[in-house]
Structure formats: C-alpha cells, structure tokens
T-cell receptor, first 114, second 110 residues
C-alpha cells in the first residue's frame, strides 16, 4: 500500500541551528501539505502545494521557515534559525486534488529544539 | 463557536463496549474526515465521507448532510483502539482546507 514518507522521524537541534525535513508524497498526488502540531493541539496548516506551486502559505512564518517542491514531487521544509517554540510534530500529507480528496498523512517528524 | 465541534472530549470505556463519537459542523463542506492519532504518533486517515455511511472492520462512520452531523462508531472496542479521534472537514469557503475538531481522547480499559 502506498504511503507518504517523511524523514527524519525524530530530530533534536539546538536553537539558532538550521533544520530540514523531507516528504515524499504518494505517487500521483498533486497536492501536498505541511502541518505543524504542537503537543496537545490540533494540526496547523503551514503550506499547501499544488504540483510545484504554493497555493497557501499564509500561516508559514516566512522569516524563518521555507518550503519548496521543485519538481512537483517531493518537498522540503526548512527552519533557519530554529527557536524553542518550534518544537512540535511536523506532518506531511498528500492528496490527489483539493476538493473531495482524502488526505494521506506521513508518520511525521518530531522536532525538539533545545 | 468553533466551526467543528466534537463530543465527548474524553471517553473511557471497558473493552467490548460500543463507542460513539460525535461531530457537528457549521460550515459548507465537500467532505468530512475521521482521523486517528495514537499518543506521540502520526495521523492515520480512517474515513472520508460526503454522504451516507462507510464501514471498515469494526469502525463505522455516518454523516447527515442536512443536519451537519457525523458519528464514528467502534464496535467490540479493544484497548488498541485507545487513541485520539479527530473529525475534520474540507470547507468549501476555505479552499477545501481542513478545519479540525479538537479531538476525542478514547481510552479502552481491558
């Protein structure tokens, strides 16, 4: 069964360091989402791609976060510099389209900033 | 008032009991999703509904579009069903982005 892949699964970094997360969506899925989930809260959408184009990045803290999906397949989310408040689970999801399509989630990357 | 409300927030039951989790929403939707998250884990999509009823194993999800209400049922509950169950809707006025409920924390005791 096809799955969304994410790496690394866990990352510990010191504040002010750079960190990057990678996501490989299910083959053929045009829409890719990055979410941030702080412990005890629901996921917050950071950025949404349709193929290689950003559809929505209104909640992405652009002074330190960046996301790209250069070939419209896999995607990278970067934080530079990391802050203590960035400690969270970073989830990637993909779907065939946007409207009625089910989102499939990856296992997530748990980031701890010390 | 939250656009997606779930009840109960917490539910503890004995193994074997029939479980019902409810979700009400106030926005126009193209689909409703039920998802599961184990402690410290990622999110797994259980169902996507736009009408009627779906069944997968011991899980059943129903939706009433007119009443803007959905239920997730678990039959013959088992301790491994212990998790947070989240209702989320693809809102037509929000570019189909998911609006998330607060989740229901379910604990099934052996």
């Amino acid at each position: 069964e096809a799955e969304v892949a994410q790496s690394p699964r866990y990352k510990i970094t010191e504040k002010s360091q750079a960190v990057a997360f990678w996501c490989d969506p299910i083959s053929g899925h045009a829409t890719l989402y990055w979410y941030r989930q702080i412990l005890g809260q629901g996921p917050e959408l950071l950025v949404q791609f349709q193929d290689e184009s950003v559809v929505d990045d209104s909640q992405l803290p652009k002074d330190r976060f960046s996301a790209e999906r250069l070939k419209g397949v896999d995607s990278t989310l970067k934080i530079q510099p990391a802050e203590l408040g960035d400690s969270a689970m970073y989830l990637c999801a993909s779907s065939r389209g946007r409207a009625r399509n089910e989102q499939y989630f990856g296992p997530g990357t748990r980031l701890t900033v010390t | 008032k939250n656009e997606v409300e779930q009840s109960p927030q917490n539910l503890t039951a004995q193994e074997g009991e029939f479980i019902t989790i409810n979700c009400s929403y106030s926005v126009g939707i193209s689909a409703l999703h039920w998802l599961q998250q184990h402690p410290g884990g990622g999110i797994v999509s259980l169902f996507m509904l736009s009408s009627g009823k779906k069944k997968h194993g011991r899980l059943i999800a129903t939706i009433n579009i007119q009443e803007k209400h959905s239920s997730l049922h678990i039959t013959a509950s088992h301790p491994r069903d212990s998790a947070v169950y989240i209702c989320a809707v693809s809102a037509t006025d929000s570019n189909y982005q998911l609006i998330w409920g607060a989740g229901t924390k379910l604990i099934i005791k052996p």
